[in-house]
């Protein structure tokens, strides 16, 4: 092993000393042939061509023959040479771009660029199409500022809204002592109204005073409007149920009771005639009494008659 080594470091020498020789060699006749050009040159161009001549003899002499730098490479022998072992020929069969690879990539880069192509189309068309409607609109705009025919249509299509919303005033609500009502609801009266004596409640089995009137009805049935009127409270009675009260105007309200599926709301108008809810199942106080109609006037919070004013 030792002596294999010591032959390694002998032929690197060799190859390093033929190398430096050579080039040592090179440079020298370079310089001198340099010098002497300048030289002749400075002595009116006259070159010595003896001297040149005995130089390239001397060079020559000093140099290696052909033969014995043969020798020299065949003592090193290819195994010494440095190899790079993934360094590929371009005709070995490992290499690993191949002429397919290249026209797929080929194709690839092409299909990119032809989306980027077609990316920066659209994006060009959308900006287009906004700077169209940009100037359509300022040409509009410009156009109205002198078109006194748009400003007049303009402005009295504003003048109409403005009386449209003036003329929606609430409508007047004047029920007076000649007026009279409708009926609610077509049917029977099971308790009439008494406030001057007591009266008798079969579910409650006790006498008391009524200031409404009870309607016999049918359940599911429609409720009317007694009278033109604006709908002041939706709520809630526990002895009467779902109610719904009117305000006719002159201090006169109308209290409705035992209602169901009621379609108005406060604050709205209601016209004599339409319908306000359904008849709903009694309550517990009106069980004995069947499904019915609790209907009742007031004028300045006191009870009316109800029966003085149905026509």
């Given at each position: 092993?030792?002596?294999?080594?010591?032959?390694?470091?002998?032929?690197?020498?060799?190859?390093?000393?033929?190398?430096?020789?050579?080039?040592?060699?090179?440079?020298?006749?370079?310089?001198?042939?340099?010098?002497?050009?300048?030289?002749?040159?400075?002595?009116?161009?006259?070159?010595?061509?003896?001297?040149?001549?005995?130089q390239n003899t001397q060079t020559?002499?000093?140099?290696?023959?052909?033969?014995?730098?043969?020798?020299?490479?065949?003592?090193?022998?290819?195994?010494d040479l440095d190899y790079d072992?993934?360094?590929?020929?371009?005709?070995?069969?490992?290499?690993?771009?191949?002429?397919?690879?290249?026209?797929?990539?080929?194709?690839?880069?092409?299909?990119?660029?032809?989306?980027?192509?077609?990316?920066?189309?659209?994006?060009?068309?959308?900006?287009?199409?906004?700077?169209?409607?940009?100037?359509?609109?300022?040409?509009?705009?410009?156009?109205?500022?002198?078109?006194?025919?748009?400003?007049?249509?303009?402005?009295?299509?504003?003048?109409?809204?403005?009386?449209?919303?003036?003329?929606?005033?609430?409508?007047?609500?004047?029920?007076?002592?000649?007026?009279?009502?409708?009926?609610?609801?077509?049917?029977?009266?099971?308790?009439?109204?008494?406030?001057?004596?007591?009266?008798?409640?079969?579910?409650?089995?006790?006498?008391?005073?009524?200031?409404a009137i009870v309607i016999s009805?049918?359940?599911?049935?429609?409720?009317?409007?007694?009278?033109?009127?604006?709908?002041?409270?939706?709520?809630?009675?526990?002895?009467?149920?779902?109610?719904?009260?009117?305000?006719?105007?002159?201090?006169?309200?109308?209290?409705?009771?035992?209602?169901?599926?009621?379609?108005?709301?406060?604050?709205?108008?209601?016209?004599?005639?339409?319908?306000?809810?359904?008849?709903?199942?009694?309550?517990?106080?009106?069980?004995?009494?069947?499904?019915?109609?609790?209907?009742?006037?007031?004028?300045?919070?006191?009870?009316?008659?109800?029966?003085?004013?149905?026509?």
């Amino acid at each position: 092993m030792a002596r294999r080594d010591r032959n390694s470091i002998r032929k690197e020498r060799l190859i390093m000393l033929a190398s430096s020789v050579f080039v040592l060699t090179a440079l020298t006749v370079t310089g001198v042939y340099v010098n002497k050009n300048n030289k002749e040159e400075q002595e009116d161009y006259v070159v010595d061509f003896e001297a040149l001549e005995g130089q390239n003899t001397q060079t020559a002499e000093n140099m290696m023959s052909g033969e014995e730098l043969d020798t020299l490479f065949a003592e090193v022998g290819t195994d010494d040479l440095d190899y790079d072992p993934s360094f590929q020929e371009a005709n070995s069969q490992k290499v690993e771009n191949t002429e397919e690879e290249k026209k797929k990539d080929k194709s690839a880069e092409d299909e990119k660029s032809e989306e980027k192509n077609q990316d920066v189309s659209e994006q060009s068309d959308q900006n287009d199409k906004k700077s169209d409607e940009k100037d359509k609109k300022k040409a509009e705009e410009e156009a109205g500022m002198f078109d006194e025919t748009v400003d007049t249509a303009e402005k009295n299509t504003t003048t109409e809204e403005a009386e449209a919303i003036s003329t929606t005033v609430q409508p007047a609500l004047d029920f007076s002592e000649e007026d009279g009502l409708v009926w609610p609801i077509v049917g029977d009266v099971l308790i009439n109204y008494s406030m001057d004596k007591t009266i008798y409640f079969p579910t409650l089995e006790q006498y008391k005073y009524n200031p409404a009137i009870v309607i016999s009805a049918t359940q599911g049935e429609n409720i009317a409007a007694a009278a033109d009127g604006r709908v002041t409270s939706v709520g809630y009675d526990p002895v009467i149920g779902n109610t719904v009260v009117m305000d006719l105007g002159n201090g006169y309200e109308l209290t409705y009771g035992q209602l169901d599926n009621i379609i108005v709301s406060e604050g709205s108008y209601v016209s004599v005639g339409d319908t306000i809810g359904t008849v709903a199942s009694p309550t517990k106080y009106y069980s004995l009494e069947g499904t019915n109609v609790y209907f009742m006037l007031t004028k300045d919070d006191q009870p009316v008659n109800p029966m003085s004013k149905l026509q």
